[in-house]
């Protein structure tokens, strides 16, 4: 059964930094996918970035490109996200969604296309 765990959200201020982590487990294949999403109240949940283990891709919606950055942290076991340059539009509760095998990073970011999910960690940015 595969289970995602997020943790590391908090509080923080406007222009500060938070790393989430999530620990990925029961993936059958020796490769997988896992993306990055939030859904900020009242809106719709959206992809943030996606990273492939098998050949370590990755991609960052518009948004968050240049301030976020996705990557497997082999010594840890996790698929991490730091956020740096945190903006009040990046208050949301962030989730950890994968699927099986390699993907279109790009494709399972902006179509959210994920089989599991997480239970989400609330990151809160204040101003």
């Known amino acids: 059964e595969v289970q995602l765990v997020e943790s590391g959200g908090g509080l923080v201020q406007v222009g500060g930094s938070l790393r989430l982590s999530c620990v990925a487990s029961?993936?059958?294949?020796?490769?997988?996918?896992v993306g990055w999403f939030r859904q900020a109240p009242g809106k719709e949940r959206e992809g943030v970035a996606s990273?492939?283990?098998?050949?370590?891709?990755?991609y960052y919606t518009r948004s968050v490109k240049g301030r976020f950055t996705i990557f497997e942290d082999k010594a840890k076991n996790t698929i991490d996200l730091q956020m740096n340059n945190l903006k009040p539009d990046d208050t949301a509760v962030y989730y950890c969604?994968?699927?099986?095998?390699?993907?279109?990073?790009?494709?399972?970011?902006?179509?959210?296309?994920?089989?599991?999910w997480g239970k989400g960690t609330l990151v809160n940015v204040s101003s």
């Open positions: 969604g994968g699927l099986e095998g390699p993907a279109d990073v790009e494709f399972v970011t902006e179509r959210r296309a994920v089989d599991y």
């Open positions: 029961g993936f059958t294949l020796p490769y997988y996918t």
């Open positions: 990273i492939s283990t098998k050949d370590s891709s990755t």
